[in-house]
């Protein structure tokens, strides 16, 4: 993994959508015979902050675009994060050129979301 490149995302306000694209990796671009490879994720950390005075949900979700179908949750299902703190997870999830992390807050701009990990091309 001595080719990939450290990015971060966000931080970005959740919506009070559950069904979110919150994060994906690029696809392949290119004409014919161009060489290009779609990239992937390699996903190390997320924080979720809550800026509110009261305890907000959120639910992450790994799976199509704007999915989230039962057995697809990854990161917290309903998990509360406390008034004006967060929550911090750490991992090493894969997410390919087909995946998309998806989900929301149970209140919209109450919760924010950063993350870091490893960007790398699947060729």
């Known amino acids: 993994m001595a080719a990939n490149k450290i990015f971060r995302f966000g931080p ?71 008034a004006n703190s967060f929550v911090d997870w750490y991992g090493q999830l894969r997410i390919d050129a087909a995946d998309f992390l998806v989900g929301g807050a149970s209140a919209g701009a109450s919760l924010t979301i950063q993350g870091e990990g490893e960007i790398g091309v699947s060729g």
């Open 12 to 82: 970005t306000a959740m919506s009070a959508t559950l069904t979110t694209n919150i994060l994906n990796p690029p696809t392949a671009a290119g004409g014919t015979g161009s060489g290009s490879s779609s990239q992937y994720i390699v996903l190390r950390h997320i924080r979720i902050v809550n800026r509110t005075g009261g305890g907000v949900t959120f639910s992450l979700f790994l799976g199509g675009t704007g999915g989230n179908v039962s057995g697809t949750e990854v990161v917290g299902t309903a998990t509360t994060v406390p």
